[in-house]
């Protein structure tokens, strides 16, 4: 398996409080991506990144923002936590541009 | 991104074969076709890829149709574990993003 692990795996908070989540990985991959998933919408990019600092916008950025600082670690933070994110969160890795994916077990975050 | 278009849910039988559908008309040249599965409560998972040719590993096949414009993901002997969504994208060469789709939701009856 590859070495990708997301934290917390759960989570509950209230609206309008901040939120982090982490993805950490052991492979030295360049790319790592935040996707949710949600019923009926299947996985809609949130925002990937290729490279230290490098990051960019996916499908369904607003509310959240991201930083990778070093390789291993990609974070995911909302602002102010909405219901409307309520959703399972998973990270992914790739080596490069024309290898797979390898994606983490996922972060059930539920804001009340 | 380039499109695909897949049936929204398939059933097979358990050790019978399955052959799972994807099209995507609007594939050009340089897009790579790859397949990932998600198991319930679980991460989607990595199983084939392919650009022209037909390819093979030990999870599945691959068989690309000649222009290029549908291809067929095929588990040759289904097993209860074979059960997810199974989805088909297309890769730009080189692109940096992976776009997801619906998938379609494989059903194995025993």
């Known amino acids: 398996d590859a070495g990708i692990t997301q934290s917390p795996r759960h989570k509950v908070t209230e609206t309008g409080t901040p939120v982090t989540l982490r993805c950490h990985q052991t492979e030295n991959h360049r790319y790592m991506y935040w996707y949710r998933q949600d019923p009926g919408h299947g996985l809609r990019l949130i925002h990937y990144?290729?490279?230290?600092?490098?990051?960019d916008k996916g499908e369904v950025s607003d509310g959240y923002s991201v930083s990778r600082s070093k390789t291993e670690d990609f974070l995911l933070t909302l602002e102010s936590a909405t219901s409307s994110q309520t959703s399972v969160y998973f990270c992914?890795?790739?080596?490069?541009?024309?290898?797979?994916?390898?994606f983490g077990q996922g972060t059930r975050l539920t804001v009340v | 991104d380039a499109k695909t278009t897949q049936p929204n849910s398939m059933e097979s039988n358990e050790e019978e074969p399955v052959h799972l559908p994807c099209n995507h008309s609007?594939?050009?040249?340089?897009?790579?076709i790859h397949w990932y599965r998600q198991l319930p409560s679980q991460g989607p998972e990595y199983v084939i890829h392919?650009?022209?040719s037909n390819v093979n590993n030990r999870m599945a096949s691959l068989a690309i149709a000649e222009d290029r414009k549908s291809s067929t993901l095929i588990l040759h002997r289904a097993t209860l574990r074979d059960a997810a969504v199974y989805y088909c994208i297309l890769v730009i060469q080189g692109a940096q993003k992976l776009v997801f789709g619906q998938g379609t939701r494989l059903t194995i009856n025993p």
């Open positions: 992914a890795i790739r080596r490069d541009r024309n290898t797979e994916a390898f």
């Open positions: 990144s290729y490279g230290v600092k490098d990051t």
């Open positions: 392919g650009l022209t």
């Open positions: 609007t594939i050009s040249g340089t897009d790579y």
